[in-house]
C-alpha cells in the first residue's frame, strides 16, 4: 500500500472533495443516454417487455437500476404535481368520518415510489396467477412493474405539465395511455405473439388496482374504529 493508492482496491485512500464538477459528473452518469435514465427511457419505450427481460435473464447492466428507477420517476411525479396541484380536480374525499381515508390518501400523494411498489405487490399476485405456466418467480415480476409503473409515471409527468400550462384536463387521456402501454409492455415481456397476453395484463392491472384500493380502505375503516 503507498500513499495514494490501496494495493487490494486501487482506489485512492483519500478520495477529492466534493465539488462541483463532481456533482456535474455524477448528474451526466445519472442522465447519460448510454446505461442511464435516458437511455433506460427511451429503450422502454420502444422495446420495453423485451428490454426488460433481457434485464432480468441475461443482462443487468444495460438500464438504471428498477428500484432506482421508480423511486426517481416517481419523485419527478410529486414535484410536479405539487407544483402544477392536477390531482386536486380529480381526487376529492368529503366527510369528516373519512378522516383516516384522507390522511392514507395523502401518503400515497406524498410517496408515490413506496405506494407504486405497494400497489405493484398487488398487481404482481395477479400477473403470477394468469402467467403461472411462465417460469418467473414473484420478484421477477416486482422487477417488470417497477420498470413499467416507473414509466407511467413519467407518462403522467408529461402530462401534468401541459395541464398544468394549458389548464385542458387531459389526465384522463394519460390514463387511458397508460393502460394501453402497461398491455402491450407486460404482453411483450411474457408472450407477444398472443393477443390472449396483452387481455390478461390488462385484466391483472385492473385486479391489481383494485385490490390495492380495497386493501386501501379496509385499512382506513379499521384505523377509524382504532381511533374511535
Known sequence: MNEEFCSNCKQTMKPKRIDGTYILHEIEHVLHFDRGILYTIRELLVRPGENIRNFISENR????????????????????????????????????????????????????????MIMGAFIAFWLKIFFKKYDYNFFEILILLCFILGMEMLMFSVFSIVEGLTKYHLMPVATVIVFVYFSWAVGQFFDKS???????????????????????????????????
Open 194 to 228: 398472443k393477443a390472449g397476453s396483452y387481455f390478461k395484463a390488462l385484466v391483472s392491472y385492473l385486479l391489481g388496482m383494485i385490490t390495492f384500493c380495497i386493501s386501501i380502505m379496509i385499512l382506513g375503516a379499521l384505523m377509524n374504529l382504532i381511533s374511535h
Open 61 to 116: 447492466s444495460r438500464l438504471v437500476k428498477p428500484v432506482i428507477f421508480i423511486i426517481v420517476s416517481s419523485i419527478i411525479y410529486t414535484l410536479i404535481n405539487h407544483f402544477f396541484h392536477i390531482e386536486e380536480s380529480y381526487i376529492k374525499i368529503d366527510g369528516a368520518g373519512d378522516s383516516q381515508l384522507n390522511a392514507i390518501n395523502s401518503w400515497v400523494q406524498s410517496h408515490y415510489g413506496y405506494s407504486n
